[in-house]
């Protein structure tokens, strides 16, 4: 992973276009690393700001387009994107797509601009605005797309936070991201689940909260097996908790939640999906056969 780099060669001109609070916070970051930076917004009012930094700023996306080879998106969502490069000459230009899209409108989006005579690279943020410009915060921005675009700005885009190049598939970073996101949500789901349980007790959440920090952290590392059952295709392997004990302990779990007056519908549909692994005969593996009840 980079970080900000004081090279004077890398300090490109460039384009952003969308100041919502992350692009305000990356144009920012650039400002701050002395890049000369041409903005452009919907809402010209948000542009004010980042004009007394120093920005240069554009009237129109065109314009702002026009000023700049290397153009940097970070808008609402994949059809704003569309909208504002909609009637833009992309011919020559490289653009780095930042705003969160799926891996398929990353592919169509490399497509069209492609055909419009621009080079594409796809990126996304794991990372939300206070995090940016704060090396320790972990943050990071995933790359795919074109390796010559990547190598071409690469210290350019690891000032405001990391980066991590994923591939040349335009559509492997949204993957990446999403990837991870939808274990973030279920991570959130299960620390919901928890503090619900005890939600009616004379348990502070504040008592709950470190414990519940340090169990999630210390078994993060099972997913380093899971991924190696997955590419070996045996989900016995390193085993300590197989498929039958983890079904059986969680019948505890949904009963614990039925006395708490606690809904399961956070936990049943995983819990569902063990049991239906289970009565398929895999009780002696692991968890990790759920991923193949997911495909469909």
Not at 174 to 192: E, H, N, Q, R
Request: charge should be negative; include cysteine; aromatic fraction near 6%.
């Amino acid at each position: 992973m980079e970080q900000h780099t004081s090279d004077p060669s890398a300090q490109h001109p460039f384009t952003l276009l969308g100041l919502g609070a992350m692009g305000t916070a990356l144009a920012r970051a650039w400002l701050a690393a002395g890049h000369p930076l041409t903005v452009w917004n919907r809402t010209p009012a948000r542009a004010e700001a980042l004009a007394a930094e120093g920005a240069t700023v554009a009237g129109t996306a065109a314009e702002a387009v026009a000023a700049n080879r290397l153009v940097v998106v970070c808008l609402l969502d994949d059809n704003s994107v569309r909208q504002a490069l909609s009637d833009v000459d992309l011919t020559g230009r490289d653009v780095v797509n930042l705003t969160t899209s799926t891996p398929g409108q990353a592919r169509a989006l490399a497509d069209w601009i492609g055909d419009r005579g621009g080079r594409f690279l796809d990126g996304g943020i794991m990372a939300v605005p206070p995090m940016i410009s704060v090396p320790e915060s972990g943050g990071y921005v995933l790359y795919s797309g074109s390796t010559d675009v990547f190598e071409a700005y690469r210290h350019t885009l690891a000032v405001p936070t990391g980066t991590r190049y994923v591939g040349t598939d335009p559509g492997f970073a949204a993957l990446y991201d999403v990837a991870l996101l939808s274990a973030m949500t279920g991570m959130f789901s299960g620390a919901a689940h928890a503090f619900a349980l005890i939600r009616r007790e004379e348990i502070p959440p504040k008592d709950l909260a470190p414990l519940l920090a340090d169990w999630l952290a210390a078994m993060a590392g099972a997913v380093h097996l899971t991924a190696a059952q997955l590419a070996s295709g045996d989900y016995t392997m390193g085993v300590t908790s197989n498929l039958a004990m983890m079904v059986t302990a969680n019948a505890t779990l949904l009963r614990t939640a039925q006395e708490q007056g606690v809904s399961t519908e956070l936990l049943t549909p995983y819990t569902g999906l063990m049991a239906r692994r289970l009565a398929d005969g895999h009780g002696d593996e692991s968890d990790a056969g759920v991923v193949d009840l997911l495909l469909r």
